[in-house]
């Protein structure tokens, strides 16, 4: 599986951004999903993840109830749709592809990631 991130870019803070991460291969409704994001001089952090149906969504914490994971597998595309974005959202985001199908928060658990995609929050 390929995957290709795109839609970052700077907003203010406040305002909203929706990621798109495109995969290539007939078999992507079969993998759970995942965010990721790495702010400067900081370790990668798990943002969110979608299963394989798109029936359980699992959120961290500094996010939660801001933004929101979504999949189309006829696309082959998972979304996050970030809201009330806040100065401390400003990183390098990662979608990444479990080949389990589940909804997992670690980075260990994911086979495939896409090259990122930079969202800069201003204040």
């Known amino acids: 599986v390929q995957l290709q991130a795109s839609g970052g870019g700077l907003v203010q803070a406040g305002g909203s951004l929706r990621l798109s991460c495109a995969a290539s291969?007939?078999?992507?409704?079969?993998?759970?999903m995942g965010w990721f994001r790495q702010a400067p001089g900081k370790e990668r952090e798990f943002v969110a993840a979608?299963?394989?149906?798109?029936?359980?969504?699992y959120y961290g914490d500094s996010v939660k109830g801001r933004f929101t994971i979504s999949r189309d597998n006829a696309k082959n595309t998972v979304y996050l749709q970030m809201n009330s974005l806040k100065p401390e959202d400003t990183a390098v985001y990662y979608c990444?592809?479990?080949?389990?199908?589940?909804?997992?928060?670690?980075?260990?658990?994911?086979?495939?990631w896409g090259q990122g995609t930079l969202v800069t929050v201003s204040s």
């Open positions: 291969g007939r078999t992507f409704s079969r993998y759970g």
């Open positions: 990444a592809a479990d080949a389990y199908g589940l909804t997992r928060d670690r980075e260990m658990y994911y086979d495939y």
């Open positions: 979608i299963s394989w149906s798109g029936g359980r969504t």
